[in-house]
């Protein structure tokens, strides 16, 4: 079965630290990976995503994500945390459908909370 | 552009009543999706199109329905409201561009519609 994880429901770092959300998936054949962040009442944002290529992603905000083939594994991570980063994180993969659907499996995400 | 526009954004009803939650986008995506979120559930697709006249169902589509007229809009519709559909929804759109069978494209997410049944 196709699945994401988001190991831990709550991350806490103090700002001006580094901060990594961690994700690990389970799909067959290559996946397709996506981080998108939730600010307090809002809707999802796209943050970044690994289609092919380096494994190493760059997005939005600051953000990157490492894609690990063998450990299964697309962690989020940011070299310097900011207390403006506290959101919730949600990894996805894109998995195989038959027919139409474009659908995303969602981890439950990861509140992010960033300490001054 | 405005993006994804969803209203109401926030709706209480009494068990039983009926209403209708609006998505337009205006990015000319084909696919547009309704999701529901809930405490420690996390994102669940409800249903989907994949451009105007076709829909299907998601994970959850009980008590739901849709339609899509047009391009741009996509109504869920709430038959007989049920305590349990008291959640977050969320409406989002992409382009359809797929690899392998398996979407390559970001969605786009409406700011939600928070929904209470009494």
């Known amino acids: 079965a196709q699945s994401v994880a988001q190991p831990e429901d709550q991350v806490n770092v103090a700002e001006g630290n580094p901060l990594t959300v961690k994700c690990t998936y389970s799909v067959s054949g290559n996946p397709y990976l996506f981080w998108y962040v939730q600010y307090p009442n809002r809707g999802l944002q796209f943050l970044l995503k690994?289609?092919?290529?380096d494994n190493l992603v760059k997005g939005s905000y600051g953000f990157e994500a490492e894609f690990n083939k063998s450990q299964t594994s697309f962690h989020l991570k940011k070299p310097s945390a900011l207390v403006s980063d506290s959101a919730l994180y949600f990894c996805a993969v894109s998995s195989h459908n038959a027919g139409n659907n474009r659908k995303l499996i969602w981890g439950l995400g990861t509140s992010l909370a960033v300490n001054p | 552009n405005a993006g994804v526009t969803q209203t109401p954004k926030f709706q209480v009803l009494k068990t039983g009543q009926s209403m209708t939650l609006q998505c337009a986008q205006d990015m000319n995506h084909e696919y547009m999706s309704w999701y529901r979120q809930d405490p420690g559930m996390g994102l669940r697709l409800i249903h989907y199109?994949?451009?105007?006249?076709?829909?299907d169902q998601g994970e959850v589509p009980n008590g739901y329905n849709v339609s899509r007229s047009t391009t741009e809009d996509f109504p869920l519709r709430l038959l007989s409201a049920a305590p349990s559909q008291t959640s977050v929804y969320f409406c989002?759109?992409?382009?359809?561009?797929?690899?392998?069978?398996?979407?390559?494209?970001?969605?786009?997410f409406g700011p939600g519609t928070r929904l209470t049944v009494l």
């Open positions: 690994y289609i092919t290529g």
């Open positions: 199109s994949v451009g105007a006249g076709i829909t």
């Open positions: 989002a759109s992409s382009y359809s561009r797929t690899s392998g069978g398996r979407s390559t494209d970001t969605q786009y």
